[in-house]
């Protein structure tokens, strides 16, 4: 079992920053894929970053490319999504998860932890 507890969302003005950890307990991360959902008003959950066990391979949704940044720190076993240049559209619940690779399966899901961006 893997137990994932995000943190770091909030309340923030477009144009903002903002970085949500991900830390993990039970079994180790670096056996997993890991990855950001996020379930905005009214829409359905979409990917928006996961990156390899290693951390040496990242996939971006088009629609945070170029402002979202995912890693990862195995030894510490936590993921990161590092969240630049905030539009009102990415206001949403952001989930981390762990799974297969390309996280074509998720096999584990936070809580969430929500993100609104104000305009």
């Known amino acids: 079992q893997v137990q994932l507890v995000e943190s770091g969302g909030g309340l923030i003005q477009a144009g903002g920053s903002l970085r949500l950890s991900c830390a993990a307990s039970?079994?180790?991360?670096?056996?997993?894929?890991m990855g950001w959902f996020r379930q905005g008003p009214g829409k359905e959950r979409e990917r928006v970053a996961v990156?390899?066990?290693?951390?040496?391979?990242?996939v971006y949704a088009d629609s945070v490319k170029g402002r979202f940044t995912i890693s990862r720190d195995n030894a510490k076993n936590t993921v990161y999504l590092q969240m630049n240049s905030l539009k009102p559209e990415d206001t949403a619940v952001y989930y981390c998860?762990?799974?297969?690779?390309?996280?074509?399966?998720?096999?584990?899901w936070g809580q969430g932890t929500q993100v609104t961006v104000s305009s």
């Open positions: 990156i390899s066990r290693s951390g040496k391979s990242t």
């Open positions: 998860a762990a799974g297969t690779t390309g996280l074509t399966t998720v096999d584990y």
């Open positions: 039970g079994r180790t991360v670096s056996n997993f894929a």
